[in-house]
């Protein structure tokens, strides 16, 4: 990757000290704005720092200039905001004619001296945007000695996949390192899509071997973890972050902008304590298909991946189920299905889903989940169910039968999509001491702790088999009077919580039934 064009620190400030007697001047020459919007005086962030970009009190902004094109200083954009946040976002425009190496002005702050550091924030790029060939940076951490290192996140647009590049200085040999996905999942950032990315930086503090940490989650998604990082040589090896800039850097080598394209932060979080769960233990599966492989997961009987629909904050991928018109009671238009190897006694499991609009929903059942004994001795069920899509949980074979969401009843509509969590933990024996617990959209509707999920002939089964499997019915003698379809999206399956990983749709209301 080409070395971007970028002021140093220490030249910054030593500018913005003497720019206020030849900012006239010095624009004119070097055909660089200092300076616009705040000036760039030091902001110390005081962790733990989380900004949602009401305004940009919190941050030093500039604009800059380079070949005759100006791009503005980052200015808060109160059109745009990311999911749950409550401020506007800060945009970054990159103008037509944009060269590039070069930022389209940038964001900083002071942070405190920090060895290790948690860091989260929001992006989304506009409709359309141009990706440079060579990438688009997101945001720098650097050393006491900008001289002495720092290191971006990007996202390259080889394949538009998140990486982490490394630039310990003195240069010592292949000193730029990139960092990518090594956990088997890494979807490809689209543009028109918000994303919540979260990092660990932990410097490394010897040479021989490199071991600083960096670990990266895309959505709550574990994407990156590795233990081998350069961050800083042996020359600086006791300087620490101690300055952070959010500085969309396009590209390093290739054309210019075409087409003029923006690039919004938001809810941009800085803290020593984690953020997020650690990435052991890891989750047992995480799909969002949007490699357009259903692998781990299968597909049969007419469930298709499509790129026409995704729930928010993913890639644009999703599965399709299809109920033609005339469809009958009691049937499935596809299957997705995971095998547990090992069974299971207690599991996390996450989904999204939408019903598309005017679904007709049948007054029995509309199933969306069968958890399942190998060879299917007994099974429970998810459902929107009873007339209403409330969504409930019912045994098929054995036990208490059904489960409502009691805490908060929650009525799920058609045309938005919603999140189910669950955890459930299996009786012992006959004993009614099974654990079911449920989320939608991060409200909790369900808490029960004394299910019995098989007994009898099952007693002390495993679970095996998850079908998701959105059965029309199975009562009756209804059929669909017109096509309706089901989407699904982004499955987790864990051992373990999901820890701050309860989100909510930026689309669909609260529908909240009292």
Same mark, same amino acid.
């Given at each position: 990757?080409?070395?971007?064009?970028?002021?140093?620190?220490?030249?910054?400030?030593?500018?913005?000290?003497?720019?206020?007697?030849?900012?006239?001047?010095?624009?004119?020459?070097?055909?660089?704005?200092?300076?616009?919007?705040?000036?760039?005086? #030091?902001?110390? &962030?005081?962790?733990?720092?989380?900004?949602?970009?009401?305004?940009?009190?919190?941050?030093?902004?500039?604009?800059?200039?380079?070949?005759?094109?100006?791009?503005?200083?980052?200015?808060?954009?109160?059109?745009?905001?990311?999911?749950?946040?409550?401020?506007?976002?800060?945009?970054?425009?990159?103008?037509?004619?944009?060269?590039?190496?070069?930022?389209?002005?940038? &964001?900083?702050?002071?942070?405190?001296?920090?060895?290790?550091?948690?860091?989260?924030?929001?992006?989304?790029?506009?409709?359309?945007?141009?990706?440079?060939?060579?990438?688009?940076?997101?945001?720098?951490?650097?050393?006491?000695?900008?001289?002495?290192?720092?290191?971006?996140?990007?996202?390259?647009?080889?394949?538009?996949?998140?990486?982490?590049?490394?630039?310990?200085?003195?240069?010592?040999?292949?000193?730029?390192?990139?960092?990518?996905?090594?956990?088997?999942?890494?979807?490809?950032?689209?543009?028109?899509?918000?994303?919540?990315?979260?990092?660990?930086?932990?410097?490394?503090?010897?040479?021989?071997?490199?071991?600083?940490?960096?670990?990266?989650?895309?959505?709550?998604?574990?994407?990156?973890?590795?233990?081998?990082?350069?961050?800083?040589?042996?020359?600086?090896?006791?300087?620490?972050?101690?300055?952070?800039?959010?500085?969309?850097?396009?590209?390093?080598?290739?054309?210019?902008?075409?087409?003029?394209?923006?690039?919004?932060?938001?809810?941009?979080?800085?803290?020593?304590?984690?953020?997020?769960?650690?990435?052991?233990?890891?989750?047992?599966?995480?799909?969002?298909?949007?490699?357009?492989?259903?692998?781990?997961?299968?597909?049969?009987?007419?469930?298709?991946?499509?790129?026409?629909?995704?729930?928010?904050?993913? #890639?644009?991928?999703?599965?399709?189920?299809?109920?033609?018109?005339?469809?009958?009671?009691?049937?499935?238009?596809?299957?997705?299905?995971?095998?547990?190897?090992?069974?299971?006694?207690?599991?996390?499991?996450?989904?999204?889903?939408?019903?598309?609009?005017?679904?007709?929903?049948?007054?029995?059942?509309?199933?969306?989940?069968?958890?399942?004994?190998?060879?299917?001795?007994?099974?429970?069920?998810?459902?929107?169910?009873?007339?209403?899509?409330?969504?409930?949980?019912?045994?098929?074979?054995?036990?208490?039968?059904?489960?409502?969401?009691?805490?908060?009843?929650?009525?799920?509509?058609?045309?938005?999509?919603?999140?189910?969590?669950?955890?459930?933990?299996?009786?012992?024996?006959?004993? &009614?001491?099974?654990?079911?617990?449920?989320?939608?959209?991060?409200?909790?509707?369900?808490?029960?702790?004394?299910?019995?999920?098989?007994?009898?002939?099952?007693?002390?089964?495993?679970?095996?088999?998850?079908?998701?499997?959105?059965?029309?019915?199975?009562?009756?003698?209804?059929?669909?009077?017109?096509?309706?379809?089901?989407?699904?999206?982004?499955?987790?399956?864990?051992?373990?919580?999901?820890?701050?990983?309860?989100?909510?749709?930026?689309?669909?209301?609260?529908?909240?039934?009292?």
């Amino acid at each position: 990757m080409a070395k971007v064009k970028r002021m140093s620190k220490k030249v910054f400030y030593s500018l913005a000290a003497i720019a206020a007697c030849v900012i006239i001047s010095c624009s004119a020459v070097l055909g660089v704005v200092l300076w616009g919007g705040n000036p760039p005086t #030091a902001r110390a &962030a005081t962790l733990p720092f989380v900004d949602h970009f009401h305004n940009t009190s919190a941050w030093g902004t500039m604009p800059y200039s380079v070949g005759g094109v100006t791009a503005p200083a980052p200015t808060v954009d109160n059109t745009q905001n990311a999911p749950g946040s409550p401020g506007g976002a800060l945009r970054f425009t990159h103008p037509a004619g944009w060269p590039p190496g070069y930022e389209p002005g940038k &964001a900083w702050t002071d942070l405190p001296q920090a060895e290790e550091l948690w860091t989260e924030y929001w992006f989304k790029y506009s409709d359309e945007f141009e990706f440079d060939m060579t990438g688009q940076k997101h945001l720098y951490w650097k050393l006491d000695n900008v001289e002495a290192s720092d290191f971006y996140l990007a996202v390259r647009n080889t394949d538009r996949k998140l990486w982490l590049t490394t630039q310990p200085r003195p240069q010592p040999p292949g000193y730029s390192a990139n960092y990518v996905s090594n956990l088997g999942y890494d979807p490809t950032i689209q543009p028109g899509v918000w994303y919540k990315v979260t990092t660990y930086i932990k410097l490394n503090t010897t040479t021989s071997p490199y071991n600083g940490i960096c670990r990266v989650w895309l959505n709550d998604i574990p994407l990156m973890d590795h233990t081998n990082v350069n961050y800083r040589t042996s020359t600086y090896i006791n300087s620490k972050m101690n300055f952070l800039e959010l500085c969309p850097v396009w590209g390093g080598n290739g054309p210019k902008v075409a087409k003029t394209g923006y690039m919004w932060f938001d809810a941009v979080r800085l803290q020593s304590n984690p953020i997020i769960a650690p990435l052991d233990p890891p989750n047992i599966a995480s799909h969002g298909f949007d490699n357009g492989q259903a692998s781990p997961f299968v597909l049969s009987n007419g469930a298709e991946i499509i790129s026409t629909d995704s729930a928010p904050g993913s #890639a644009p991928n999703s599965v399709r189920f299809t109920h033609p018109a005339g469809w009958g009671d009691g049937y499935q238009p596809g299957r997705i299905s995971y095998t547990l190897n090992p069974t299971l006694d207690e599991i996390w499991l996450q989904f999204s889903f939408k019903f598309s609009e005017n679904f007709f929903f049948h007054p029995a059942a509309n199933k969306l989940l069968y958890v399942k004994t190998p060879g299917n001795v007994a099974n429970w069920v998810l459902n929107c169910d009873w007339g209403r899509p409330q969504i409930v949980w019912r045994n098929s074979h054995h036990g208490e039968g059904r489960l409502n969401n009691y805490i908060t009843p929650y009525t799920v509509l058609p045309g938005f999509w919603y999140t189910i969590k669950m955890h459930a933990k299996m009786n012992t024996g006959n004993n &009614a001491n099974g654990i079911f617990e449920m989320w939608i959209n991060g409200t909790k509707v369900m808490d029960y702790n004394n299910v019995t999920f098989f007994g009898g002939t099952s007693a002390n089964m495993k679970m095996g088999i998850l079908d998701f499997d959105p059965i029309f019915g199975g009562a009756g003698n209804y059929t669909k009077p017109s096509i309706d379809n089901l989407y699904m999206d982004d499955f987790k399956i864990s051992t373990a919580d999901f820890h701050n990983d309860n989100p909510q749709s930026p689309t669909a209301p609260s529908n909240i039934v009292v």
